[in-house]
Structures are given as structure tokens and as C-alpha cells.
């Protein structure tokens, strides 16, 4: 089964919405990753959260680990064509470190003008 | 700029072919790792090194081979034995496995097997 959760699958918004992007796990999660991927690109690292309860913003774009450390949310104030794209997240499932992540299907954004 | 570069972007080769994928990354960073990403499949781990002259099968390392002789390069070898080689290939690195940080990625190389 798959250890990272990511829902929804995929998401068309109109221009100007916000919207939230889920990731869930059944294990706690010690370091979650955000990216976003433009199709056939690499990965563009977007946050990284540690700490339950931690949020943190990059322009119009809100992460937050929640207190339990087995969910974090993706938040888009506001959206724009240029937030369109997959948006993966990746953990580590082991405290104060880990050898390698694992990482979510992926939730693929649509914004229309 | 720092960063980590992968070449070529595009790449063919015919089916019973072994093939090279390139990775260097000009962060110092102790791990890198290799990825593939299959269409409704996410990211799954290849390989990946932690220190130079070392490194350890990841989830999906049949047909594959990897050697790290210096740091700042982690070459990825898709060899005749991968049954399904035609995918998008990323490498990534991180500065250390201590504690979290930051994993970059590269731009990726998509392979096609004709």
C-alpha cells in the first residue's frame, strides 16, 4: 500500500480560488517535502516541515504539519496559471533522519483564466 | 549557480542497449540519489549514495547500476537486463542524512527504448 497518501488526485480551479492539497500518512512523518513539477521537469522544491503544528509560506503558497505529524495541507491564496503543475510530497518515516524519502502520486492543478 | 545538471534531456537507444545517464551536482552535498517516474506511479528510488564509493539498492535497482567515484557525480547505467526501461530518470541530492534537509532534484532525462 502506499505509505504517502495525496488527495485530490487531480484539481481544476478557476483563477482567483484557493484550494488545498492533502498528503496523509498512517506513520509519522519527520520531515515533509513539498514540491512542485512542471510536466517533464524536474522537481521545484518548495518547503520542508519537521515540527507538529510547524506552517510555513512562500509567496501565496502555506504548508502546515499537523500536530500528530501524519498530515500535512498545501494552500494556494489566490490562484494564478502560473501555479498550475503537479504538486508531489515526500517523507521521511524515521526520526532525526533518514536514508531516503518516500513520496506521494502526486496531485495534478489546473488553473483556468 | 549551485545546482545539479543531468544530460541529455532526451534520450534513445535501442532495445538491448545498455545506457549512461549523467548526474553532477556542484552543492557539496554527501547523497544523491536516482528516481524514476512512471505516469500515475509517483517517484520511486533506484539507488542512492551516501559517500563516495558507497552506495545501496533502493526499491526498483534490477537492470540498474550506479557508481559514485566522486562526489559530486552519481552516473546511473540502464543496462540491457531493465525490462521496461522507457521512463522520466531523476537525480537528486542532499546535503546529509543526520537530519533532514533539503533534497534538490535535477531536470530530469527521459528515456526511450525503442
Known amino acids: 500500500s502506499q505509505e504517502l497518501e495525496q488527495s485530490p488526485q487531480s484539481l481544476i480551479v478557476q483563477e482567483g480560488k484557493n484550494l488545498t492539497i492533502n498528503c496523509t500518512s498512517s506513520?509519522?512523518?519527520?520531515?515533509l517535502y513539498w514540491y512542485k513539477q512542471k510536466y517533464g521537469e524536474g522537481l521545484i522544491f518548495l518547503m520542508m516541515?519537521?515540527?507538529?503544528?510547524e506552517e510555513k509560506s512562500h509567496e501565496k503558497i502555506t504548508a502546515k504539519l499537523d500536530e500528530k505529524k501524519q498530515q500535512s495541507s498545501l494552500h494556494i491564496t489566490a490562484s494564478q496559471p502560473s501555479h498550475a503543475g503537479i504538486y508531489l510530497c515526500?517523507?521521511?518515516?524515521?526520526?532525526?533522519?533518514?536514508?531516503?524519502?518516500?513520496f506521494g502520486k502526486g496531485t495534478k492543478l489546473t488553473v483556468n483564466p | 549557480d549551485g545546482g545539479i545538471t543531468q544530460s541529455p534531456k532526451y534520450l534513445f537507444r535501442k532495445e538491448g542497449q545498455n545506457v549512461t545517464l549523467s548526474c553532477e551536482q556542484n552543492?557539496?552535498?554527501?547523497?544523491m540519489y536516482w528516481y524514476r517516474q512512471d505516469p500515475g506511479q509517483g517517484l520511486r528510488l533506484i539507488y542512492y549514495?551516501?559517500?563516495?564509493?558507497?552506495?545501496q539498492k533502493g526499491d526498483i535497482a534490477e537492470g540498474y547500476s550506479v557508481s559514485r567515484e566522486k562526489k559530486e557525480s552519481f552516473p546511473l547505467t540502464v543496462t540491457s537486463a531493465q525490462k521496461n526501461p522507457t521512463a522520466f530518470y531523476l537525480c537528486?541530492?542532499?546535503?546529509?542524512?543526520?537530519?533532514?534537509?533539503?533534497?534538490?532534484f535535477g531536470p530530469g532525462t527521459r528515456l526511450t527504448v525503442l
Open positions: 515526500g517523507a521521511g518515516l524515521e526520526a532525526g533522519g533518514s536514508e531516503k524519502l518516500v
Open positions: 552543492l557539496n552535498h554527501d547523497a
Open positions: 549514495s551516501q559517500i563516495v564509493n558507497d552506495f
Open positions: 537528486a541530492s542532499m546535503a546529509g542524512l543526520a537530519n533532514y534537509n533539503e533534497q534538490f
Open positions: 516541515l519537521q515540527k507538529g503544528g
Open positions: 506513520k509519522t512523518l519527520y520531515g
